[in-house]
């Protein structure tokens, strides 16, 4: 069986849950919560020494690290992910995106304003350029979406898992104001409507 070291609040953690659940992978799951210690530990740094997750181990013991990474490693051979060179390019290319632009903006100002462990950087001078440059990356998010169902085109790939996992807490926990972005509040919407969908806080039973 697969392991997934996971930190059952992170929505880099939920990325790997979510295609996991959707593509009826059974897995070991070892919860990692923020302040737990244990992506401290050196046994846990033996496996990453980048000290994060969603870590995943296989059944030979071989790792892989990087939330994105694992998603494109689980859904290969499968519907998530296109065959065609260009269409796979779109998903790699929305997955970069969600790495450079929104990931350090819109869960890092969520981090900031839900973690207590970050509630010294709850100040104008932190909080402020990541609303602005937050926005702008949903900006992005709406004008393709305006064009296509979903993010990379017209199905549903891991593209939309990777991004889905901090837009859809991004009004509740980051106040970011998602009234302006009507195509990306439908696309919400329809991703949980897809077979298998599970929300943040589902874990598989032990
Ligand atoms: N780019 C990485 C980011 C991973 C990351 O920042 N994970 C955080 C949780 S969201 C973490 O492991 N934090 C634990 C720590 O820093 O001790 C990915 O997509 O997997």
């Known amino acids: 069986m697969l392991t997934l070291y996971s930190m059952p609040s992170s929505g880099n953690s939920y990325k790997v849950r979510l295609l996991m659940h959707q593509l009826g992978i059974p897995f070991d799951h070892q919860d990692c919560e923020y302040g737990s210690g244990v992506t401290e530990s050196e046994a846990f740094r033996e496996m990453n ?38 269409q796979l390019a779109k998903v790699h290319e929305w997955m970069f995106f969600e790495q ?13 304003l839900n973690y207590p462990q970050r509630a010294h ?19 992005v998010m709406e004008a393709q979406l305006a064009k296509t169902d979903y993010i990379a085109g017209d199905t549903y790939t891991v593209a939309d ?3 889905f996992a901090y837009t859809h807490t991004a009004g509740s926990k980051g106040n970011f104001d998602m009234q302006q972005f009507p195509f990306i509040n439908n696309w919400l919407t329809r991703v949980t409507k897809q077979p298998g969908f599970v929300e943040l806080d589902w874990l598989p039973a032990t």
Do not use: M, W
């Open 49 to 86: 020494p980048n000290g994060k997750v969603p870590l995943l181990k296989l059944e030979d013991g071989r790792l892989i690290a990087e939330s994105n990474a694992i998603l494109l490693y689980l859904a290969a051979g499968s519907p998530l992910l296109p065959h065609d060179p260009y």
């Open 100 to 112: 450079n632009f929104h990931e350090g903006t819109i869960a890092t100002r969520q981090a900031i």
């Open 121 to 139: 950087l709850r100040v104008p001078e932190k909080l402020d350029p990541l609303l602005e440059a937050g926005h702008r990356a949903l900006g």
């Open 161 to 163: 898992i990777a991004l």
